[in-house]
């Protein structure tokens, strides 16, 4: 493996002006951190845009996750070691925060443990073939060269990670693993296929024997899974202390796991009533529930209509924030929108969405939208015009591609390597509110769906606490989900079964979005007329996909440089790169 310093230099934020005798020690102990996460994780190297071990898979064996937990703690403790007096207020702010994501990864590996009790080796070998097909940093002959090495990898690479399955395994997780092991091969056969116009002879019977060894280690390795489910265990859930500890690591601006499950049920009930005010004004003289079928009625003809409904809803939208002034776009941004590969379609249900790779020399967003779960004839429902153009927010713009897309510009490779979903998803749902604030498709249809996404990431805080609590399982979640929606049922079962193995996660998006609103609403009060919502959005988007806990300080430290005078816009603790 080649150290991807020697392929280009990494950012680093310019000096500080009243630099710090241990700025560059913070700086250097950061960079090689980040080269070892590279170096040791070659599917996580091209997700970044990394692409020296494209036809890798790495070491998936239980050895190496104990490995880098070892070094992960390393690491922190030469973090903590440096003294804050020693360095420059800019950058205690990135030790802070480099703190903060070391403490919860290394919890995450060291308590929490799902990576022992689930496989997650077929979603590695997916999404490192996937991000290699839809991706273009290359011409397509050389992406497929490297897809058939990791093809070629794909055996090797499975049985290692056997050696982490050193407890019992969790019946439900291993099952969606099986499952996957059933639909990756269709997805070897499309790559085989694509190589079939571009590639040469050699080239080409290479990647066919690549795939046909790939399919079958999948088979053997799908037949082990199924042997692991004689001696597993049902239980999942992680129990109410090691959640509670998980909340308090996210820096959550205080709230505990308690508050923030009262929280979900206040929004509920607030998101239900807002629903069906909506619907009276469709329709006063039908129910609650038949306006919701008329409204889930009208949508596209077929699938591929639909993504065309999807890329049309989101340029809609992007022009709206721009005719309206309220966020910068960047010029070079750039977003496909295909539909979700079959692998994935279990467990993304309804759409996603695929960051640029921030070290890819044109970077490109990738939204996903799932046709359907299991084949399930009223999968169309769900892609409703309505439902469109509020998934289109959320995916596009002013949602994840142009947070995500902002935020990789910023030269701090701690802030790049941040897991931040309250965020993330937050300014996600908080985008979907703001642009119906400010014009934007804000019919009641379109609302009624809105308050009924709402109402979804609601139940989500509910049920992320209780499941986890172990007050509720995964049949009377899916039933109180399809209740307080009216989703299809396969795609709300497929929603709670990600719940199980992603304690903390669910519970993000309304929580960030309520976090979102009350920065926002302490900005007004202390700007009154000199707040600028655009100086709001930028300054937010341009600081990186942060805890609001940390969003929050560099505001503040925003408005005590700049006295009473400083705007929001004027607080982007956004540094100019300059080459390590």
């Not at 340029?315 to 309220?326: F, I, M, Q, V």
């Not at 049922?489 to 990600?498: K, L």
Request: charged residues 30%; glycine residues 8%; negative net charge.
């Amino acid at each position: 493996m080649i150290d991807p310093r020697a392929q280009r230099a990494l950012p680093r934020p310019a000096p500080a002006a009243d630099p710090g005798p241990l700025d560059d020690r913070l700086y250097d102990l950061v960079e090689a951190r980040f080269v070892r996460l590279v170096r040791d994780n070659p599917v996580f190297g091209t997700a970044l845009g990394f692409h020296q071990d494209d036809d890798l898979l790495g070491d998936g064996s239980r050895e190496q996750v104990l490995a880098e937990l070892a070094a992960e703690r390393a690491h922190l403790a030469e973090i903590e070691a440096l003294d804050p007096a020693g360095l420059s207020s800019e950058v205690r702010f990135e030790r802070d925060l480099e703190i903060h994501n070391l403490r919860r990864v290394i919890f995450d590996t060291d308590v929490v443990r799902i990576w022992e009790r689930r496989s997650f080796a077929l979603d590695t070998v997916g999404d490192g073939l996937f991000l290699l097909f839809a991706r273009d940093h290359a011409q397509l002959p050389e992406r497929l060269a490297a897809i058939a090495g990791r093809l070629e990898a794909v055996g090797a690479f499975v049985e290692e990670t056997k050696t982490r399955a050193a407890v019992p395994q969790v019946r439900r997780w291993q099952q969606i693993e099986i499952d996957t092991a059933a639909d990756l091969p269709a997805f070897f056969d499309g790559l085989v296929v694509a190589g079939a116009g571009v590639l040469g002879g050699a080239q080409q019977r290479r990647l066919e024997r690549a795939a046909e060894s790939a399919k079958i280690a999948v088979e053997l390795y799908g037949s082990w899974l199924e042997s692991t489910l004689a001696n597993g265990v049902d239980e999942w859930a992680i129990g109410r202390e090691r959640h509670d500890a998980m909340v308090g690591l996210r820096a959550f601006d205080g709230l505990d796991a308690d508050d923030i499950l009262e929280l979900g049920w206040e929004r509920l009930r607030e998101e239900r009533t807002s629903r069906a005010a909506a619907a009276r004004e469709i329709d006063p003289n039908a129910d609650e529930a038949t306006v919701i079928d008329q409204v889930k009625s009208d949508r596209p003809k077929g699938f591929e209509e639909a993504l065309e409904a999807y890329r049309a809803s989101m340029l809609r939208s992007r022009r709206h924030l721009s005719e309206r002034d309220l966020a910068t776009v960047p010029d070079d941004e750039r977003i496909d929108v295909i539909a979700t590969p079959e692998y994935l379609r279990r467990v993304l249900p309804f759409a996603a969405y695929f960051e640029p790779a921030a070290f890819d020399p044109d970077p490109k967003g990738i939204f996903v939208v799932t046709p359907s779960v299991d084949g399930d004839p009223d999968a169309m429902r769900e892609h409703n015009f309505a439902s469109i153009s509020n998934t289109s927010i959320h995916e596009a713009y002013p949602g994840h591609h142009l947070q995500l897309d902002t935020a990789r510009r910023h030269p701090s490779l701690t802030r790049l390597l941040t897991d931040a979903p309250e965020f993330v998803e937050g300014w996600g749902m908080y985008s979907e509110l703001m642009m119906r604030e400010q014009g934007f498709d804000a019919d009641p249809r379109f609302r009624l769906i809105m308050h009924t996404d709402a109402i979804w990431r609601a139940c989500r805080i509910i049920l992320d606490v209780r499941m986890h609590r172990g007050e509720i399982g995964v049949d009377e979640a899916t039933d109180f989900l399809v209740e307080q929606t009216r989703f299809e049922r396969p795609n709300a079962h497929a929603e709670v079964q990600w719940y199980t193995y992603r304690p903390t996660y669910p519970l993000s998006y309304l929580l960030g979005r309520t976090l979102l609103l009350g920065l926002r609403a302490d900005e007004q009060r202390r700007l009154g007329d000199r707040f600028s919502l655009k100086g709001f959005h930028d300054t937010l988007l341009r600081n990186g996909s942060l805890p609001i806990s940390f969003h929050r300080r560099l505001l503040a430290g925003a408005a005590e440089a700049g006295g009473r005078g400083a705007t929001a816009g004027e607080g982007r603790g956004a540094t100019s790169s300059q080459q390590a």
